[in-house]
């Protein structure tokens, strides 16, 4: 309360302004840098420093309404200067238009071999280079992706790195963050609900309630939704019919949101979103319903990329925030191009195993967003590894170099697939307390013999100090190895066929594609329909390069199933379901939220 009667004193009336920098705890930097500023507009930025002590959100929209744009840029450069953990930014139109024509930066993907059920701390190298860069001189921004609340209280955690290489607030940011996510559920089942008035007021589009394919979402692991049956009940509850929940990171809108470039790109997506078929088999879009207005509304704030940083204050863009198994597992279109026009090297990163994560992230966001990433950065585990290798998840942490030989050829094949790509690779292995030095060696050998730089992470334990050597060799891949980045396939002269099988067979390593009888209708229908020009956003499980999780390692003679295929048209892509992977996770026998709590002060404990 003290401190919104500060505030709000301020609204009053400017007080004199080195006091308030004083009181604040403002150092001298602000003293140079404000003094140019007029009353009006230093009593506007003093608002914004006054609840900065106490973590806030600042809106740039309000800030700097009315500023030329040198008073912007001014009130930019000292909110960028500011050490206080815990603030967050939302940037705004204009501000992305003052850097539109600034020159790009490079752009490094971090990604990741097949993983264990813990992951393997993509998240945590993301963030430690960055700031390992920034040690060295090197401007650099990562672009990371918004947790879900699905895994923070399931088994893998939260995603804002670990040890003294995390964004923070890291309670906030593996929570509610900024409500982006409650912001896309509302949108989605805001749209489910005027689907289902439709067709109660009369069904107008003569929508068939047997074909309607748009489900609504809740960002939470949940088995038990999955197949609903809705509209029980008396007449006026509705139409009843059998319907189902998606997690919120793997509604349609979610991909919208990360791969739209303003406003009016979000609203024309949003307007062709596929949300149920007519008696005469022809789609019914959000359009058609007139729901794209409001969906937008919802999201205005949303589609804003949000800036914290880490704690050694490197800022980073986390916005958005899709799996990379269900979804195309990449951080937005926007985010990830503010970080190219803002620092000498962007730092992003893709979901789970590079052959989910990384290969969407270079077929559909980089073709659909013109990115040219100059260098790939692969995660790999000692303990992922011997996982692969046969090794129970209880006994990863003894040595045991033959089970290291045997996973190895796991990192192999994520090599050879990442070459595809004409992009130049650096394997780093995220370092744990129980590695031993017979295995780091092993490790070494065999990333130097495939022509891959190889560098050691420890930036866990040691923040951006432990992230010297990694950040070194990409420096060196950036200044002596060319990209000749490629897609694996073009859009418009591949068939649907053509592009699963390409996935399947050469990132994979599959012998063929099987479809069920369904999933080979659907594949015709969406053909005749127009889509069969769109990429392929395959949905499999994170653990195998096969569709079944069992099979580790390099695994071959197999087949990827394909059990039913359907289109994101507003997202622009079409999402192959394989094996028997879900849309919509389950909790596990013991979850992380059994171990979570708040205490009278309001510390959270257990969330990691």
């Not at 930014?89 to 992305?96: A, D, E, G, V």
């Not at 993301?126 to 040690?135: H, I, T």
């Not at 029980?232 to 059998?242: A, T």
């Not at 292995?429 to 420890?458: G, H, M, P, V, Y």
Request: glycine residues 8%; charged residues 25%; aromatic residues 6%.
């Amino acid at each position: 309360s003290e401190l919104c009667d500060e505030t709000a004193c301020l609204y009053k009336a400017p007080a004199d302004w080195k006091t308030l920098c004083e009181k604040f705890g403002i150092g001298s930097k602000i003293d140079h840098a404000v003094k140019n500023l007029s009353g009006g507009e230093r009593q506007r930025l003093f608002i914004v420093l006054a609840l900065i002590p106490n973590p806030k959100l600042v809106f740039l929209d309000e800030l700097t309404t009315g500023l030329d744009t040198k008073a912007r840029r001014d009130v930019w450069k000292i909110l960028s200067e500011l050490k206080d953990n815990g603030l967050t930014i939302f940037l705004t139109s204009h501000f992305m238009d003052e850097v539109k024509n600034n020159e790009d930066g490079k752009l490094v993907l971090v990604t990741a071999i097949n993983p264990t059920p813990a992951g393997e701390g993509k998240t945590t190298t993301s963030v430690g280079v960055s700031q390992a860069l920034n040690k060295l001189g090197k401007k650099t921004i990562c672009a990371l992706r918004e947790p879900s609340l699905g895994p923070c209280f399931g088994i893998k955690g939260g995603a804002a790195g670990g040890g003294y290489a995390q964004v923070v607030p890291m309670e906030d940011l593996n929570l509610h963050f900024t409500g982006d996510f409650h912001a896309i559920t509302s949108a989605n089942n805001l749209l489910a609900a005027m689907l289902d008035n439709h067709i109660q007021q009369g069904n107008k589009l003569n929508i068939d309630t047997r074909d309607v394919v748009w489900k609504r979402c809740i960002d939470m692991n949940d088995r038990a939704l999955r197949n609903t049956v809705i509209g029980l009940g008396r007449r006026v509850d509705g139409v009843v019919r059998e319907d189902h929940f998606v997690i919120t990171v793997a509604s349609e809108i979610m991909a919208i949101l990360c791969l739209a470039n303003d406003m009016a790109d979000l609203k024309e997506r949003l307007g062709k979103i596929i949300v149920a078929y007519n008696m005469d088999r022809e789609p019914v879009t959000a359009k058609d319903l007139n729901a794209v207005g409001a969906m937008a509304a919802l999201l205005k704030d949303a589609i804003k990329p949000n800036m914290i940083q880490t704690l050694e204050h490197t800022p980073a863009f986390v916005h958005g925030g899709p799996f990379a198994n269900i979804a195309h597992g990449c951080n937005s279109v926007q985010a990830t191009k503010l970080a190219l026009k803002l620092a000498d090297i962007a730092i992003t990163e893709a979901g789970f195993g590079a052959d989910l994560g990384a290969e969407k992230f270079m077929d559909i966001k980089c073709q659909m967003a013109d990115l040219h990433p100059d260098a790939v950065v692969l995660v790999a585990t000692v303990r992922a590894l011997k996982y692969n290798g046969g090794v129970p998840k209880d006994n990863l942490a003894e040595e045991n170099i033959d089970a290291l030989s045997k996973g190895i050829v796991n990192l192999e094949k994520h090599i050879e697939n990442l070459k595809l790509f004409g992009v130049p690779v650096v394997v780093t292995l995220n370092q744990f307390a129980t590695d031993t030095e017979a295995e780091l060696t092993f490790i070494k050998n065999f990333c130097e013999e495939r022509d891959c730089d190889f560098a050691l992470s420890q930036v866990w334990e040691k923040g951006g100090e432990g992230g010297i050597e990694l950040a070194k060799a990409i420096l060196r891949t950036l200044d002596n190895k060319e990209s000749n980045y490629k897609p694996l396939y073009t859009y418009d002269d591949t068939t649907i066929e053509e592009k699963i099988e390409t996935i399947a067979t050469k990132i994979y390593g599959a012998d063929k594609v099987v479809y069920t009888a369904a999933a080979a209708r659907q594949k015709k229908r969406l053909t005749e329909l127009g889509y069969g020009n769109l990429p392929i956003c395959m949905a499999k499980n994170q653990y195998s390069l096969s569709d079944d999780p069992k099979k580790l390692g390099r695994p071959e003679g197999f087949d990827i199933t394909i059990r039913e295929i359907y289109v994101n048209a507003g997202a622009g892509f079409l999402v192959a379901l394989t094996g028997d992977v879900m849309t919509m996770p389950g909790l596990p026998k013991k979850p992380a939220a059994e171990g979570i709590d708040v205490n009278d002060d309001g510390v959270i404990t257990g969330l990691f």
